[in-house]
T-cell receptor, first 112, second 111 residues
């Protein structure tokens, strides 16, 4: 079946611009996570959605970052007024209430 | 913050040899998982071990967990060039919670 998809796969933007990253989870997966991975580093948790519960935003690094999810479907991660330190791969994962997380291919964001 | 710390940071071996990677973590966990990442993009789940388990096998993979030492190891036997990737351990302190990842081990298997 279809896995987690993310778009765009690559995004180059100028400092100060806003960007929107999209994640399509696997159908039926109730939980969705966003992570950030800087070059050569592990993954940093950003935000977590579980069903209709309030999202866990504890990992968002600043108020320039926000995310939404409509029901148990698509999620968008928005970064406002991008900075060079926002350059990273942004990874989305979903899970059907189990422990194993299924990752998308990521969006590589480059802020120039 | 990152909980897991993998050791070594990089490992280079010949095809056919075994590869062992270690992971240490700081707080109590519900489970520990190992993931593989090719070319810095999506991660693939390899194996999960629960806090009440000590050893688990999956194909050429063997994972151990020592909760008293807060450490885990991943052994890949009879390595292949296709095993070349970065390997990350990730911990969860309960089900369906965000995973906390280490920085990973870069494994290179030379044919």
């Amino acid at each position: 079946g279809a896995g987690v998809s993310q778009s765009p796969s690559n995004k180059v933007t100028e400092k100060g611009k806003d960007v929107e990253l999209r994640c399509d989870p696997i159908s039926g997966h109730t939980a969705l996570y966003w992570y950030r991975q800087r070059l050569g580093q592990g993954l940093e948790f950003l935000i977590y959605f579980q069903g209709n519960s309030a999202p866990d935003k504890s990992g968002l690094p600043s108020d320039r970052f926000s995310a939404e999810r409509t029901g148990e479907s698509v999620s968008t991660l928005t970064i406002q007024r991008t900075q060079q330190e926002d350059s990273a791969v942004y990874l989305c994962a979903s899970t059907p209430n189990s422990y194993e997380q299924y990752f998308g291919p990521g969006t590589r964001l480059t802020v120039t | 913050s990152q909980q897991g710390e993998e050791d070594p940071q990089a490992l280079s071996i010949q095809e056919g040899e075994n590869a062992t990677m270690n992971c240490s973590y700081k707080t109590s966990i519900n489970n520990l998982q190992w993931y593989r990442q090719n070319s810095g993009r999506g991660l693939v789940h390899l194996i999960l071990i629960r806090s009440n388990e000590r050893e688990k096998h999956s194909g050429r993979l063997r994972v151990t967990l020592d909760t008293s030492k807060k450490s885990s190891s991943l052994l890949i036997t009879a390595s292949r060039a296709a095993d070349t990737a970065s390997y990350f351990c990730a911990t969860a302190n309960s089900g369906n919670t965000p995973l906390v990842f280490g920085k990973g081990t870069r494994l290179s298997v030379i044919a």
